[in-house]
């Protein structure tokens, strides 16, 4: 499986984002999809991902209200939509995709793409 994400850039705080994962490959309909992040100097974190089964999202808690994660199965691809943004949330954002229906750690996501980065300045 193949994903590349995009979609990153800069942003004033309070604003918005939304990243895309198309993936290729494999149909995303089988995988667990997430959203991981790692900010300067802090390990990858886990922020959302939607389960395989019924497409159930499930979020960090840090970002429950805020962020959306959604799928397009016609498409294949995974979006983040991210709104009233932090400077806390600047990080490298990485598109991940595994088996497991509930799947939260890193060790549970057998793909993953390069990342975009997202910076939200003061």
């Known amino acids: 499986v193949q994903l590349v994400e995009s979609g990153g850039g800069l942003v004033q705080a309070g604003g918005s984002l939304r990243l895309s994962c198309p993936a290729s490959g494999r149909t995303i309909d089988s995988l667990t999809m997430g959203w991981f992040r790692r900010a300067p100097g802090k390990a990858r974190e886990f922020v959302a991902a939607i389960s395989w089964i019924g497409g159930r999202p499930y979020y960090e808690d840090s970002v429950k209200g805020r962020f959306t994660i959604s799928r397009d199965l016609a498409k294949n691809t995974v979006y983040l939509q991210m709104n009233s943004l932090k400077p806390e949330d600047t990080a490298h954002y990485y598109c991940?995709?595994?088996?497991?229906?509930?799947?939260?750690?890193?060790?549970?996501?057998?793909?993953w793409g390069q990342g975009t980065q997202v910076t939200v300045s003061s």
């Open positions: 991940a995709a595994g088996p497991s229906s509930k799947a939260i750690n890193e060790d549970d996501f057998n793909f």
